[in-house]
T-cell receptor
Framework: DQQVKQNSPSLSVQEGRISILNCDYTNSMFDYFLWYKKYPAEGPTFLIS?????DKNEDGRFTVFLNKSAKHLSLHIVPSQPGDSAVYFCAATGNAGNMLTFGGGTRLMVKP | NAGVTQTPKFQVLKTGQSMTLQCAQDMNHEYMSWYRQDPGMGLRLIHY???????DQGEVPNGYNVSRSTTEDFPLRLLSAAPSQTSVYFCASSYHRQGWMSTDTQYFGPGTRLTVL
């Protein structure tokens, strides 16, 4: 049973518009959430994170929102650029140290 | 710094063969881990280590062995490869988590694509 789920395997948006990627989790012990970005033939790279005491964290064009009551987080990219086309993984960690539990990923395609 | 390096990049094995996937990091990170990536499953943790001489199992450890004799290296061994082990393998490293509601950024290697026939 997957504890972190990304229900949309793919998303296509127009350049300049907003991209919204969603993630749901089931484990109440998770207290820190991360988004990783992955290009083909490369390893994932860290993008942005949020702790459970916050509901929003912003870094440039990227904003992560956390709704603890719904066990839901989302990543907003505004404005979207063609270089943002990649697979995005949501991940979570709890009191088990550095162990990350990943979602299945969402492939984002930004069309020029 | 080279970061996290993995060798080989590609490997094809026959069922029953053994091999070792190499992982090395030059950032003096205490924490190292191995993940496998399968379509729709995201990355799943195989084994991890919080320091030299200390290893533990992750979510999907069966069929894999690890050891950590130095801070820098964390090899993953497949003793008898099976087709179910066809996957892309990623090694990652980070400083060890310092407290609650935080974590240290994990740096991933470029991956090893393994096919078992």
């Amino acid at each position: 049973d997957q504890q972190v789920k990304q229900n949309s395997p793919s998303l296509s948006v127009q350049e300049g518009r907003i991209s919204i990627l969603n993630c749901d989790y089931t484990n109440s012990m998770f207290d820190y959430f991360l988004w990783y970005k992955k290009y083909p033939a490369e390893g994932p790279t860290f993008l942005i994170s949020i702790s459970s005491i916050k509901d929003k964290n912003e870094d440039g064009r990227f904003t992560v929102f956390l709704n603890k009551s719904a066990k839901h987080l989302s990543l907003h990219i505004v404005p979207s650029q063609p270089g943002d086309s990649a697979v995005y993984f949501c991940a979570a960690t709890g009191n088990a140290g550095n162990m990350l539990t990943f979602g299945g990923g969402t492939r984002l395609m930004v069309k020029p | 710094n080279a970061g996290v390096t993995q060798t080989p990049k590609f490997q094809v094995l026959k069922t029953g063969q053994s091999m070792t996937l190499q992982c090395a990091q030059d950032m003096n990170h205490e924490y190292m881990s191995w993940y496998r990536q399968d379509p729709g499953m995201g990355l799943r943790l195989i084994h991890y280590s919080v320091g030299a001489g200390i290893t533990d199992q992750g979510e999907v450890p069966n069929g894999y062995n690890v050891s950590r004799s130095t801070t820098e290296d964390f090899p993953l061994r497949l003793l008898s490869a099976a087709p179910s082990q066809t996957s892309v393998y990623f090694c990652a490293s980070s400083y060890h988590r310092q407290g609650w509601m935080s974590t240290d950024t994990q740096y991933f290697g470029p991956g090893t694509r393994l096919t078992v026939l």
